[in-house]
């Protein structure tokens, strides 16, 4: 149904390990979204790509870390991660220009830190 | 101030019921708004937007007021299948065209 897909759907990782999340998608959308949602709180903006660049980052702690190698894919790596980190994590896209254009989420990846 | 205010609920609520969400945002630059629905353990899916001179899909109308910063969601005649956390979203502009989320309003339609 959506053109927005993320791998893993679930993770369960310790403090020690190294893991990437990876979005895919198949909208032809210039924009790409990392977000956090924890339990009772708003989704949170992490990353922003806007034609592979990152344009935003909202102070983010660098245990995690972005990549995008191109408009259709974009990475999340993982490492040295707390508990506190657990959280479903959403990739969005969106097309070029105005701010009506809507985002459009993946299925999100469903991370716990052991 | 949260950016995007909404009272968290729950809404229980029997089927046929009409149901209105609240939400209010705290900047004034704000330049599009919407609603999307998010099922348990689901992504956030666009519901609709908002304009000032308000706007309806089938059983859903929405409304914005720019002078109040205020956003409403009205379900008329609601389904169990309306049961659902309802975000309110603010488009702030910019570069990124950042959107500012709502925590949600979770509606329980009861049979």
């Known amino acids: 149904e959506t053109g927005v897909t993320q791998t893993p759907r679930h993770l369960v990782m310790g403090m020690t390990n190294k893991k990437s999340l990876k979005c895919e998608q198949h909208?032809?959308?210039?924009?790409m979204y990392w977000y956090k949602q924890s339990a009772k709180k708003p989704l949170e903006l992490m990353f922003v790509?806007?034609?592979?660049?990152?344009?935003e980052n909202n102070s983010v702690p660098s245990r995690f870390s972005p990549e995008c190698p191109n408009s259709s894919h974009l990475f999340l790596h993982l490492h040295t991660l707390q508990p506190e980190d657990s959280a479903l994590y959403l990739c969005?896209?969106?097309?070029?220009?105005?701010?009506?254009?809507?985002?459009?989420f993946g299925p999100g990846t469903r991370l716990t830190v052991t | 101030r949260k950016e995007v205010e909404q009272d968290p609920g729950p809404f229980n609520v029997p089927e046929g019921a009409t149901v209105a969400f609240n939400c209010t945002y705290s900047?004034?630059?704000?330049?599009?708004f919407f609603w999307y629905r998010q099922d348990c353990r689901k992504e956030p899916k666009l519901l609709m937007s908002?304009?000032?001179s308000g706007n309806e899909d089938g059983r859903f109308t929405a409304q914005l007021n720019r002078a109040s910063q205020y956003i409403s969601l009205l379900i008329r005649d609601s389904k169990l299948s309306d049961s659902a956390t309802y975000l309110c979203?603010?488009?702030?502009?910019?570069?990124?065209?950042?959107?500012?989320f709502g925590t949600g309003t979770l509606l329980a339609v009861q049979p």
């Open positions: 969005a896209s969106r097309g070029s220009t105005g701010p009506g254009l809507k985002q459009y």
């Open positions: 909208l032809g959308h210039n924009a």
């Open positions: 790509y806007n034609f592979k660049e990152q344009t």
């Open positions: 900047n004034s630059a704000s330049q599009s």
């Open positions: 908002v304009y000032s």
């Open positions: 979203v603010v488009n702030i502009g910019g570069a990124t065209n950042k959107l500012i």
